[in-house]
């Protein structure tokens, strides 16, 4: 009987769409590595800072080449295996700052095509869900495969508290969703590896 061959280290990028420093959406992506750390093998987030990315404007390639900064953003996406969104609603749709980022990464060469992706959101009643739903239909037309379930749109301000004062995610119930996503995509990211 052969030995099962060890899959490869899935790299996952995380973008935050919020810029503030204690962001609930941070805390999502800051536990969401900590979990992969600690008991997801197999498995490694990075987060992407995504702040100080220019306003997209084709002005600034010159020759074929973008800004250094989103040069080694692009990069950072290209290398990556998938992608995980943390994505708050602003007036029912992204952040001005993620989908500014989304715009740099799609253009020539489009470092998002083919990339298996999970979005989660935290907010209101509606736990950003409207914003995920916008994020999927872009991710349509750039070729980004969102993992369907399960979904991760959390009311941050229901009782018990959710996260910390600072930003922290600290309800173990979430916690424990926020797992099954990355499980998720782990096995959806094998899936689409493997179908190469």
């Not at 959406?25 to 536990?31: K, P, T, Y």
């Not at 990211?189 to 190469?196: I, M």
Request: hydrophobic residues 40%; proline residues 6%; aromatic residues 8%.
């Amino acid at each position: 009987m052969e030995a099962a061959v060890a899959k490869p280290m899935i790299k996952v990028a995380a973008l935050c769409g919020s810029l503030r420093k204690a962001s609930y959406h941070r805390g999502l992506i800051n536990s969401a590595i900590q979990i992969c750390n600690e008991s997801i093998p197999g498995m490694k987030i990075e987060f992407i800072n995504i702040e100080h990315l220019p306003f997209m404007n084709e002005d600034l390639e010159v020759n074929g080449t973008y800004p250094p900064v989103v040069e080694a953003f692009r990069q950072k996406i290209l290398e990556a295996d998938s992608v995980l969104f943390a994505s708050p609603e602003y007036n029912y749709s992204v952040t001005a700052p993620l989908k500014n980022a989304i715009d740099w990464a799609s253009r020539p060469q489009n470092v998002w095509a083919d990339k298996p992706a999970a979005t989660i959101s935290t907010g209101g009643n509606a736990g950003g869900s409207r914003s995920q739903y916008h994020l999927r239909q872009i991710g349509v037309y750039i070729d980004l495969h969102f993992i369907n379930k399960p979904e991760f749109s959390l009311n941050a301000y229901q009782k018990p508290m959710k996260f910390d004062a600072d930003g922290n995610l600290i309800d173990l119930e979430s916690k424990e969703k926020l797992k099954e996503v990355l499980l998720s995509l782990k096995k959806f990211t094998h899936r689409l590896q493997d179908g190469k």
